[in-house]
């Protein structure tokens, strides 16, 4: 069965710092894998996608996520972080097939400290 | 192009009642799942749609139950609610054919009491 770990509830970042958000995965083939953001009140945005090939892959916002197989881990990064990035990040992996699922983490909650 | 919409976006409703929420795909987009979200559970798969049929389901009792129409427009029922059924429900869609990415839409705030 396929899983996905977020091992970091809250995060507290400084505007303008680095930030680099954890995600392991479980699956038994080539995994797809996301990472979205969620916005109090609001439903989920895609940020990025990774599917196959280069194994850094950037997203909308300014943000980027490398995929490590030999670590199970597709961690997602940005360089500077502003005060709008604050919201809930979640990262996903699919099942593949004719139907197809995602199964999240539970997701880390990004607080930005001005 | 329009995204993932749903209707409504705030519901309450007492026990025992039953609720229909709605969910249009972004066009083009064949298959539309739906999911729950909850503060303890976090979110969980519940169903699958292509083509007016249901491909997958998730753990969730029978009172769960959902359908699509011929225009990929899908809607879900909750019958008999109970105060757990209370959650951020939410619609995503996908083309259905190998496209694996799916887009949310804003969800429907649903409240038991």
């Known amino acids: 069965a396929q899983s996905v770990t977020q091992p970091d509830i809250h995060i507290t970042v400084s505007e303008g710092a680095s930030l680099e958000l954890r995600c392991n995965y479980s699956?038994?083939?080539?995994?797809?894998l996301f990472w979205y953001v969620q916005s109090p009140g609001q439903g989920l945005q895609l940020l990025l996608k990774?599917?196959?090939?280069?194994?850094l892959v950037q997203g909308i916002k300014g943000f980027e996520a490398e995929f490590k197989r030999s670590q199970s881990s597709f961690n997602l990064r940005k360089p500077s972080v502003h005060w709008s990035d604050a919201a809930e990040y979640f990262c996903?992996?699919?099942?593949?097939?004719?139907?197809?699922?995602?199964?999240f983490g539970t997701g880390t909650r990004l607080q930005v400290t001005l | 192009k329009a995204g993932v919409t749903q209707t409504p976006r705030y519901l309450i409703k007492t026990r025992g009642q039953q609720v229909t929420l709605s969910c249009s795909p972004i066009?083009?987009?064949?298959?539309v799942s739906w999911y729950q979200q909850t503060p303890g559970q976090g979110l969980q798969f519940l169903f699958e749609?292509?083509?007016?049929?249901?491909?997958n389901k998730g753990n969730f009792p029978g009172r769960f139950s959902g359908r699509q129409f011929s225009n990929s427009r899908s809607e879900m029922n909750v019958s008999t609610l109970e105060l757990g059924d209370s959650a951020l429900y939410l619609c995503?869609?996908?083309?259905?054919?190998?496209?694996?990415?799916?887009?949310f839409g804003p969800g429907t705030r649903l409240t038991v009491t």
């Open positions: 990774y599917f196959s090939g280069d194994t």
């Open positions: 996903a992996v699919a099942s593949t097939g004719t139907a197809s699922k995602l199964t």
């Open positions: 066009s083009g987009h064949r298959s």
């Open positions: 749609y292509f083509s007016e049929t249901q491909r």
């Open positions: 995503a869609s996908r083309y259905g054919q190998g496209g694996y990415e799916q887009y």
């Open positions: 699956y038994g083939a080539t995994p797809y």
